[in-house]
């Protein structure tokens, strides 16, 4: 009776010693890479009104996790840490012009079918760019997500790029009613290349008719995107091939481009992304551990118009795929176990803190004993070595 | 080259599909639906087989467990995976139905409101009586599916039917169609990139082999 009262709901974890430590200490390197690129940390309140993520567009309203408050209005805990953030902007640092570049490690919670490293509620880290709409933004948060990858430890992976102008300008020139735009989009979203192709046989105007059914292979190096501005047919994908062709060359001198790789059929978001979009890949794990990009009409639903990109990473998933690298070992040792006979204890304080002072992770035995039992006890209590204070 | 791992259903698809796979070169030794082997290996073209139940496929694919897999359109309509659908493999055709006893037919689709109903497909037949405006009863089962009317566990079935044989044997008549449905070839949303050129030019030569079939 007692052990079932004592289970926690579906979709939550415990992390326990060993793997919380391990976890920390990666977010830390995250965090560290973070500061070193000019982010500067922000911690926003982890339930807020529903309200405020209604507006925002980037929350998907049937996962979110909502709650009545004592005035009766809807609470929610936060599904996503890109709208708490913005709104953060518009409401509490003034001036709201100018850039701004912030970073979160943050939980967010949802309620979705727990998948691969993703349970209802997971870690977050992230940053957003706010105030600069140019190429050399959106190239310094695609090189940041690939530092902050590695940062974390991961060896093998791909970002793969997309751009919102492309696909929008395809739509726009294939003059389709607003009901069949709407179910290309869906079919797009859904990856549904058969589906694709014979929805855009209603197509009469043939160059764009043959993008379409080609969508979903649209992947590719720069040589690609250059290739396919040649055939297409409207300004708007040309300047999305532009931009991305620009962002590549600035990724150049971020030295970063052999993680990366265009896929033109990514979208992620149709309403919510304007611009560049991303996600990225590893071979570990079936899902993506990072995504983003640039989202700006956002900023203007809280009444500060402004551009913005950024981008997210899962810190669960990128545990799970290192530990299918064999990289993610649980880390529960310590250096020193200091034990001492009856009447010694003080002496054994004092080596401890002095250990400790040296930078040492140091145990110390909570009872007197004889130097045998100390042999025992160190290794059961996962120090490496003993150090006996007479 | 990494290995690319295709998944298999047991059942109808199984036989057509070997042999579609082998002619644009994907083949093994001892792919066969009763293997002990859980795992067949080609080392020589570095491709991976396994064999799974119907209903699994979707989820063994989404996970990237498999990179790709050979599937019914009814069993993606009826778990929703997010896998890249890449190719009508024309075989395997069925659809998904409505039927009844022949003896209760009634004059139209409406008068079965609140009713229950028997079948494999809960998420299709949900969206289907949705649509329709219907309130429906439904009652999961995992197989004979045409059982449950005539024992009385419910009014109507909403199950696949390939030749309606087994539905007339039954004296049930089929009222409505849900959906159509044919094999599908599908992949996980990272092999599809990360294995991009192998997997289009599988489909490619797939494309061309089914398109000669297809000719008399």
């Not at chain 1, 093998?156 to 102008?165: D, Y």
């Not at chain 1, 983003?292 to 009409?297: A, E, I, K, N």
């Not at chain 2, 995976?81 to 998904?96: A, F, N, R, S, T």
């Amino acid at each position: 009776m007692t052990r079932n009262l004592l289970q926690i709901p579906y979709g939550t974890k415990d992390i326990l010693p060993g793997e919380a430590r391990m976890k920390r200490n990666m977010e830390d390197r995250i965090a560290k890479n973070f500061l070193a690129w000019g982010y500067d940390e922000a911690i926003t309140p982890t339930f807020e009104y529903a309200d405020t993520f209604d507006l925002s567009g980037a929350d998907l309203p049937d996962e979110s996790m909502k709650f009545l408050g004592r005035d009766n209005r809807t609470f929610m805990l936060r599904s996503e840490m890109t709208t708490p953030l913005a709104r953060m902007v518009v409401t509490r640092m003034s001036p709201v012009e100018g850039v701004k570049r912030l970073f979160y490690i943050a939980n967010v919670f949802r309620h979705e079918e727990t998948q691969a490293g993703r349970q209802c509620e997971f870690c977050q880290a992230g940053v957003e760019l706010f105030g600069e709409a140019n190429a050399q933004a959106d190239a310094e948060v695609l090189a940041l997500a690939v530092q902050s990858l590695k940062a974390a430890g991961l060896g093998h992976f791909i970002l793969s790029i997309g751009h919102s102008g492309f696909i929008n300008g395809l739509l726009e020139d294939a003059e389709l009613t607003p009901a069949q735009t709407e179910r290309v989009k869906q079919m797009i979203l859904s990856h549904n290349s058969v589906a694709l192709e014979k929805a855009a046989d209603v197509i009469s105007f043939e160059p764009v008719q043959k993008m379409l059914k080609q969508l979903l292979y649209l992947q590719g190096g720069p040589d690609m995107l250059r290739n396919l501005h040649k055939h297409a047919s409207n300004p708007k994908s040309q300047e999305a091939l532009d931009n991305l062709l620009e962002i590549y060359s600035l990724c150049e001198a971020y030295g970063v481009t052999e993680y990366l790789s265009f896929d033109l059929s990514l979208i992620r978001n149709f309403d919510y992304y304007t611009g560049m979009v991303f996600e990225a890949y590893g071979p570990q794990i079936g899902f993506n551990i990072c995504g983003g990009g640039r989202y700006d009409t956002m900023m203007a639903k809280f009444g500060s118009p402004m551009p913005a990109t950024g981008f997210a990473m899962g810190i669960d998933r990128i545990i799970l795929a290192l530990r299918r690298e064999g990289r993610f070992k649980d880390q529960s040792t310590w250096d020193m176990y200091v034990a001492w006979p009856e009447g010694s204890e003080k002496k054994a304080i004092a080596k401890a803190m002095q250990l400790r002072g040296d930078g040492r992770t140091v145990k110390v035995a909570t009872s007197p004993m004889s130097y045998e039992e100390a042999a025992g006890a160190c290794p059961m209590n996962r120090c490496e070595a003993l150090v006996y204070v007479k | 080259m990494d290995y690319l791992t295709i998944a298999l259903p047991k059942g109808k698809l199984f036989d057509k599909s070997v042999k579609v796979l082998a002619k644009v070169g994907y083949a093994a030794d001892n792919v066969v639906e009763d293997s002990r082997k859980l795992v067949i290996t080609n080392e020589e073209t570095k491709v991976k087989f396994i064999i799974v139940k119907t209903m699994d496929l979707p989820t063994y694919v989404e996970y990237g467990a498999a990179d790709i897999g050979i599937i019914g359109k009814d069993v993606l309509l009826e778990q929703r995976k997010d896998v890249y659908e890449l190719l009508d493999m024309g075989y395997g055709k069925c659809h998904l139905m409505m039927a009844v006893p022949a003896a209760r037919v009634l004059p139209n689709i409406m008068d079965y409101t609140h009713m229950r109903v028997a079948t494999k497909y809960p998420n299709s037949a949900v969206e289907f009586f949705d649509k329709m405006g219907m309130q429906m009863e439904i009652v999961k089962l995992n197989g004979s599916i045409e059982l449950a009317p005539i024992v009385g566990l419910s009014e109507l079935i909403v199950d696949i039917v390939e030749t309606g044989t087994t539905i007339r044997e039954n004296n049930l008549k089929e009222v409505a169609t849900v959906y159509p449905s044919s094999a599908r070839l599908i992949a996980n949303k990272v092999s599809f990139k990360l294995q991009h050129q192998r997997i289009k030019k599988l489909v490619r030569d797939l494309k061309k082999v089914l398109k000669e079939e297809a000719q008399p």
